[in-house]
């Protein structure tokens, strides 16, 4: 089962969920798809480390070979190749190595060649193999990166995806394959703004979720009014707590340290795999 855990912006507790939740299964695989900034492998500090790099293949120009007749240009959708002074020039930042380029030069002047845009670290932690994505500083686009974390998945235990925040394109390849989704939000009028996006997202995409209302107080919960309106389940409400707070701050794993704590997430788990179950 994969369960990919999402929020409207950074801050909510996504990641604080994520390791938590792949900590009370027997077997898990934690994938942090969060590859502008994991932050996931703080908590677990997994052992026997390896590293694979992820690349991708750009356009480079034969000079010589190129007549300057633009018809890789006039292909090209996303504008990454321009006819400046007589030559091709590639702009690498806007590619998405499509190939197209390539496959349709008539001279045969276009050759690619890889560039490593980031790479995926995988270590242990107890019963939950820690995957991290990571890219380069200054790359435009995390999506290769992330379609190589998600290729760790392991179908013989449960695969918790740590998502990117918000709604962009990097959150839907991290979901796409997904079984259930968990949007953590927090009970402000700021959290529902933020939740509304993800929640759009998942909607569209028809994906079955639930919520986790996190850093709960006795004041209004806003989350809880919004979820209750539209008849949106809510998996659990965490309490806001200074302890808490305290543990994530250090970089423990809270279901470690606190029994409470893991009754709950213990409590989530079975939850969403009733869910999945239908």
Same mark, same amino acid.
């Given at each position: 089962?994969?369960?990919?855990?999402?929020?409207?912006?950074?801050?909510?507790?996504?990641?604080?969920?994520?390791?938590?939740?792949?900590?009370?299964?027997?077997?898990?695989?934690?994938?942090?798809?969060?590859?502008?900034?994991?932050?996931?492998?703080?908590?677990?500090?997994?052992?026997?480390?390896?590293?694979?790099?992820?690349?991708?293949?750009?356009? &480079?120009?034969?000079?010589?070979?190129?007549?300057?007749?633009?018809?890789?240009?006039?292909?090209?959708?996303?504008?990454?190749?321009?006819?400046?002074?007589?030559?091709?020039?590639?702009?690498? &930042?806007?590619?998405?190595?499509?190939?197209? =380029?390539?496959?349709? =030069?008539?001279?045969?002047?276009?050759?690619?060649?890889?560039?490593?845009?980031?790479?995926?670290?995988?270590?242990?932690?107890?019963?939950?193999?820690?995957?991290?994505?990571?890219?380069?500083?200054?790359?435009?686009?995390?999506?290769?990166?992330?379609?190589?974390?998600?290729?760790? *998945?392991?179908?013989?235990?449960? @695969?918790?995806?740590?998502?990117?925040?918000?709604?962009? =394109?990097?959150?839907?390849? #991290?979901?796409? #394959?997904?079984?259930? =989704?968990?949007?953590?939000? %927090?009970? @402000?009028?700021?959290?529902?703004?933020?939740?509304?996006?993800?929640? %759009?997202?998942?909607?569209?995409?028809?994906?079955?979720?639930?919520?986790?209302?996190?850093?709960?107080?006795?004041?209004?919960?806003?989350?809880? %009014?919004?979820?209750?309106?539209?008849?949106?389940?809510?998996?659990?409400?965490?309490?806001?707590?200074? %302890?808490?707070?305290?543990? @994530? *701050?250090?970089?423990?794993?809270?279901?470690?340290?606190?029994?409470?704590?893991?009754?709950?997430?213990?409590?989530?788990?079975?939850?969403?795999?009733?869910?999945?179950?239908?």
């Amino acid at each position: 089962m994969k369960i990919a855990i999402l929020s409207g912006k950074g801050g909510t507790g996504k990641t604080f969920a994520s390791v938590n939740l792949a900590c009370v299964a027997q077997k898990a695989v934690y994938l942090d798809c969060d590859v502008e900034e994991p932050n996931g492998h703080l908590f677990f500090n997994p052992q026997n480390i390896t590293k694979q790099k992820t690349t991708v293949l750009l356009p &480079e120009i034969n000079n010589d070979k190129c007549d300057g007749c633009r018809k890789c240009v006039d292909f090209c959708k996303f504008n990454a190749l321009a006819f400046v002074s007589g030559k091709v020039k590639v702009f690498d &930042e806007i590619c998405h190595s499509c190939s197209g =380029c390539f496959l349709i =030069c008539p001279q045969k002047a276009i050759e690619e060649k890889p560039k490593q845009i980031g790479m995926v670290q995988t270590g242990y932690f107890n019963n939950v193999k820690v995957v991290t994505g990571i890219m380069n500083a200054g790359e435009a686009s995390g999506v290769p990166i992330i379609k190589d974390v998600l290729k760790m *998945s392991d179908d013989d235990a449960l @695969t918790v995806i740590d998502c990117p925040p918000g709604s962009a =394109c990097t959150v839907m390849e #991290s979901i796409e #394959s997904a079984d259930f =989704c968990v949007i953590v939000a %927090e009970p @402000t009028v700021f959290g529902v703004h933020n939740f509304l996006m993800v929640y %759009e997202l998942v909607t569209l995409l028809k994906k079955p979720f639930g919520v986790i209302v996190n850093k709960v107080e006795s004041f209004e919960n806003q989350m809880k %009014e919004l979820c209750d309106k539209n008849q949106i389940n809510i998996i659990e409400q965490i309490p806001y707590s200074y %302890e808490l707070a305290k543990l @994530t *701050s250090m970089g423990k794993i809270a279901v470690e340290e606190s029994e409470e704590i893991k009754k709950k997430f213990v409590n989530i788990l079975e939850k969403i795999k009733s869910e999945v179950k239908g």
